[in-house]
């Protein structure tokens, strides 16, 4: 017959706004990155949560008599709030940054953010492998990437970035470093 299967593959779920807006935030930050010679550099934040369960095959489990099983094989258990390992990192074609690791249980602050990701990590990794005059920075949407303070640190320091405007959201095939996390996530 010729009939085969096929995994369906994941893409996002847009709003109607969202479809509105991305061809023309993409199209902006296309002619920003097209009319210039810029050294790209993004980053991303990830949470792993800290349990077997998110690992695909720890989801199930075999038995040959399930009245048999252990409570603790047999029962997925949850909390409100899974503590999870935030992973932070920023990528360009030159390279990684060093990462940033914490266990959180929210999501990472302003200052978290600008402290420990763009003080400690980005900014060695932009003057050790880049020129800082061709470098435009492409954070995601996070509100804490786009805080008061992460903007005037930015431009005190004569980093360009990619204003809020121009970055396209949920728009995971335009930023490479959502495909590493991808990779990451399904070992």
């Known amino acids: 017959m010729g009939i085969k299967y096929y995994k369906k593959q994941r893409a996002p779920k847009y709003t109607d706004k969202q479809l509105e807006e991305i061809p023309t935030r993409a199209r902006r930050l296309y002619r920003m990155l097209s009319n210039n010679d810029f050294e790209l550099i993004m ?28 409570p603790q094989v047999k029962f997925k258990r949850t ?45 060695p990794f932009v003057t050790s492998y880049h020129n800082k005059e061709k470098v435009l ?19 005190q320091n004569d980093v360009q970035f990619v204003d809020k405007k121009f970055n396209p959201q949920n728009c995971p095939q335009a930023r490479p470093i959502e495909t590493l996390w991808s990779i990451l996530k399904n070992m």
């Not at 990462?99 to 763009?118: D, E, G, H, R």
């Not at 949407?141 to 431009?155: E, F, H, K, R, T």
Request: glycine share 4%.
């Open 137 to 155: 920075f492409w954070p995601d949407l996070a509100s804490s990437n786009y805080g008061n303070n992460v903007l005037q640190y930015l431009d």
């Open 79 to 123: 909390q409100k709030f899974e503590p999870k390992i935030l992973v932070w990192i920023a990528i360009s074609e030159k390279g990684i940054s060093k990462p940033f690791f914490s266990k959180q249980k929210q999501a990472v602050s302003q200052t978290t953010y600008l402290n420990q990701c763009i003080i400690q990590r980005l900014m």
């Open 43 to 70: 980053d991303d934040e990830k949470y792993f949560l800290l349990q077997d369960q998110s690992v695909p095959t720890n989801r199930g489990f075999y038995t040959s008599d399930k009245r048999t099983t252990a």
